[in-house]
């Protein structure tokens, strides 16, 4: 469910070895966000190249249903939307970012920039912006020109033309501002020359503000009270912050080597998942990058012992570069529950229940998100009454699945009706379904809406490639939408995926002062399960691959962030609760969008409960801790069903004492993506 919010593959086979995607990003202003420049690392292979996806576009009704707002993005750049720097992009006023370790944000005549100060609530860790240093270059506009994997390229401009651009990155230290002509720069905050360096030269300058010491490298002239200072074209300047523990010449030195660009490869093996990103500087020079928690398990031999930056999820450790990888457990992706251990009894009371909720089953909702949950709704009970034998409940859910999806899957369908189908917006570059829902139109929550449609298909075709074939024409648009890799004309690469962050981002264009934010975090992982069985319905490895990357990093950092982390970390110190169900750029809420009730706090981290969802046991003992803070007096609240089902991953006892709860349960509790023969069965697949 998510009313009131604007955030709410394994199937390779077993002894599969490194699998390999390289993913180069865009450094250089063009039609395609993922572009290439000379070089760079180009991809090896796409993800819905433009051959493939220029048909089936074409094929849909093309249509803006509802404008994104103005966005400072230059000519020919696919508009940025569900990105970590959305809310710089787009609106009236650019919002600040938060490109860890450093917080960030545009002012009317350059930017400004700053170690975010964190401190600890009983229901809130806030991280907001810090403009500890400003720098005015006399734009009277910024745009963004170029962004990649984890990097973003902002265009400083005059009346008569550019004057520098300016490159920001997740995971960089470091702000650089390269001149495109001869510029004078005006700081806020008055530095001073470091040991070494001449009384109005460049080299090395620094400041002290709220503790942090801050440092500019940059090879102009300053002048005498250390807030003006002169470029020529051509040269750069860089900012940086030093870490508690860092070495402030280690961190001077990089700072002479400015960031140009990132990139990313993966791999996947039969037990982990690999994420690689490469920090690229101008001159080939070292960089230094920050490791997030969950990238603790870093591979590679990286030196990890140069300082650690404080942040709202927790410690950031800084590594050298010029790469930063790190390996997660693979999660395998799954589409049914394993109901071959049932006895007589159980079989049988599944099989009645499953044969009264088909009958009870209503018409389907018109709009995304509730008419794609009732698509996952139905394909839970098909594949549970195939288990059991339920062979006429069975034959009538495929029929009004297969029926459904038809109608929602017609190419054309918006062409003569108003829901239930897809339109291409040609302006903000994705698909958009009718009815739309809580602001998908303009973007928000695409994953969330697509992920059941993406599941519920590759159920139902899971065994018949010619429904596959029937629904890929607009199936594939869906998955494009969230999933493209490579070079595009029509979608970005990974609308809503961070990979440097592990995890993705929901609202479309962020207007936040706390950057951009996801609450359910299940929902996408659920999303991506969903990818990798339509991929091993529809026979598309490379998807296949990809979707369980995506998978196994987004259950990694939703553990890491929302529902498991280590609550002995100081950052949690003063932090009255073992979960934050609403996390940002800039801070982590224990608060949703559409309930302050304790139980919607978890249930939104755990729906829908899908058959993947067996990475939320991975501790018992957590399980248990955080059902005592959402539902400590049992389990009639909101989202009952959802922690009932969640309770059952603590152990086989859990799961025989949720199965008596369930008996119990009020038929109101049960959400409408749920279904009491669907909560019995997960129990009893769990006993």
């Known amino acids: 469910m998510t009313t ?13 070895v490194l699998v390999l995607f390289a993913l180069a990003g865009c450094s250089a202003t063009g039609a ?17 190249p433009d051959d493939e996806i220029g048909p ?12 994104l707002p103005g966005a400072r993005l230059a000519d020919g750049l696919i508009p ?46 806030t991280g907001g912006f810090t403009g500890a240093i400003t720098a005015d270059v006399g734009a009277r506009s910024q745009v963004v020109t170029a962004y990649d994997e984890a990097s973003v390229t902002i265009s400083q401009r005059g009346d008569d033309g550019e004057i520098g651009r300016t490159v920001i990155a997740e995971g960089s230290p470091f702000v650089s501002f390269t001149a495109s002509r001869d510029v004078d720069l005006r700081l806020g905050t008055a530095m001073t020359a470091a040991t070494g360096a001449e009384e109005g030269g460049g080299g090395v300058w620094t400041a002290q503000v709220a503790g942090t010491r801050y440092g500019l490298v940059f090879d102009g002239v300053m002048n005498g009270d250390g807030t003006r200072f002169s470029l020529r074209a051509g040269q750069a300047a860089t900012w940086y912050a030093v870490p508690a523990g860092g070495a402030a010449d280690r961190f001077a030195e990089a700072a002479g080597h400015p960031l140009v660009g990132t990139s990313l490869t993966y791999t996947v093996t039969a037990d982990t998942a690999t994420t690689s990103l ?13 490791a997030m928690p969950h990238q603790s398990n870093r591979v590679g031999g990286t030196d990890c012992s140069l300082g650690h930056y404080p942040s709202v999820y927790g410690e950031l450790t800084v590594c050298a570069g010029p790469t930063l990888a790190w390996s997660v457990p693979r999660r395998d992706a799954a589409g049914a529950l394993d109901l071959s251990g049932l006895d007589g009894a159980a079989t049988e009371r599944l099989a009645a229940q499953v044969s009264a909720d088909v009958a009870d089953t209503g018409t389907f909702p018109e709009d995304t998100y509730f008419g794609g949950k009732a698509l996952y709704r139905a394909a839970n009970l098909l594949s549970i009454a195939e288990q059991v034998g339920a062979a006429g409940a069975a034959a009538q859910i495929r029929k009004r699945l297969v029926d459904a999806l038809d109608q929602w899957l017609e190419p054309a369908g918006c062409s003569s009706r108003t829901t239930r189908c897809f339109v291409y917006d040609p302006a903000a570059k994705g698909l958009v379904g009718l009815a739309a829902s809580f602001g998908s139109d303009t973007f928000n929550d695409h994953h969330f809406h697509y992920g059941y449609f993406l599941y519920a298909a590759g159920v139902a075709a899971a065994n018949d490639p010619e429904l596959a074939a029937r629904w890929a024409p607009v199936l594939n648009l869906l ?17 809503v995926f961070d990979a440097y962050a592990g995890h993705s981002w929901a609202s479309g264009t962020a207007p936040f002062g706390d950057g951009n934010n996801q609450e359910s975090s299940s929902e996408a992982v659920s999303a991506w399960n969903g990818l990798a069985l339509w991929a091993a319905a529809s026979g598309q490895a490379g998807l296949r691959t ?13 553990r890491a962030y929302w529902t498991d982390f280590p609550l002995d970390d100081p950052v949690y110190t003063g932090f009255e609760h073992p979960i934050t169900s609403l996390v940002w750029g800039g801070k982590r809420d224990y608060a949703t969008w559409f309930s302050a009730e304790p139980s919607a706090m978890l249930g939104i981290l755990v729906l829908p409960m899908s058959p993947v969802s067996g990475y939320l046991g991975a501790d018992p003992a957590r399980v248990r801790a955080n059902l005592a803070d959402a539902a400590p007096n049992g389990y009639d609240v909101l989202f009952g069903d959802y922690l009932l089902m969640y309770s059952a991953l603590a152990g086989p006892d859990d799961a025989e004492a949720a199965l008596a709860a369930a008996k119990a349960l009020p038929a109101d509790r049960i959400d409408d ?3 009491r023969s669907y909560l019995l069965a997960w129990l009893y697949s769990r006993r």
């Open 80 to 125: 940025p939307t569900n990105r970590w720097f959305s809310g710089l992009v787009f609106g009236d006023v650019s919002m600040p970012v938060f490109p860890l370790p450093l917080s960030f944000q545009l002012t009317g005549g350059g930017f400004a920039l700053g170690v975010p100060m964190v401190s600890t609530g009983p229901k809130v860790i």
């Open 479 to 495: 998955a494009a939408d969230l999933a493209t890799s490579g070079p595009s004309d029509w979608f970005p690469e990974r609308r």
């Open 56 to 67: 089936l576009v074409a094929g849909v009704p093309s249509r803006t249903v509802a404008a």
């Open 546 to 558: 990809e979707a369980s990357w995506l998978l196994s990093a987004e259950a990694a950092s939703a």
């Open 278 to 290: 490469s920090y690229r500087t101008a001159d080939g020079g070292e960089t230094l990058i920050a």
């Open 32 to 48: 395609k966000q993922g572009a290439t420049d000379a070089g760079s690392e180009k991809p090896e292979t796409s993800i819905f």
């Open 4 to 16: 009131g919010r604007t955030g709410v593959v394994g199937l390779l086979t077993a002894g599969l």
């Open 673 to 675: 993506g749920n279904s």
